[in-house]
């Protein structure tokens, strides 16, 4: 299964980043971090402005995106775990 965003949607797979404490107890994710790295997987057309153009997106399939913490949501696409975010949740394209 692909899946399809819609309208300002953008599929994204965030990197896992585990983290140690020194008691060796694995943190799974920097959940005291304000924003993850993700890779995009796919693009939804944009959206509509009021007088019905399309704006598209800024990201394109492959950007790596710098992303606010607990932005969107996780979903399962065949075995991967993926999440489902707005554009506007992103915060930069990394370079």
């Known amino acids: 299964m692909s899946l399809k965003p819609l309208g300002d949607r953008v599929v994204v797979k965030f990197e896992e980043v585990e983290e ?6 694995v943190l799974a994710g920097a959940s005291h971090e304000a924003t993850k790295v993700a890779q995009v997987l796919s693009v939804g057309q944009g959206i509509r402005t009021l007088t019905g153009d399309l704006v598209a997106p800024s990201v394109a399939a492959g950007d790596k995106v710098l992303v606010e913490n607990g ?25």
Do not use: C
């Open 71 to 95: 932005a969107g949501i996780e979903v399962k696409d065949g075995d991967d775990k993926v999440s489902i975010i707005r554009e506007s949740d992103i915060l930069a394209i990394l370079g």
């Open 20 to 25: 140690k404490t020194s008691g060796g107890f």
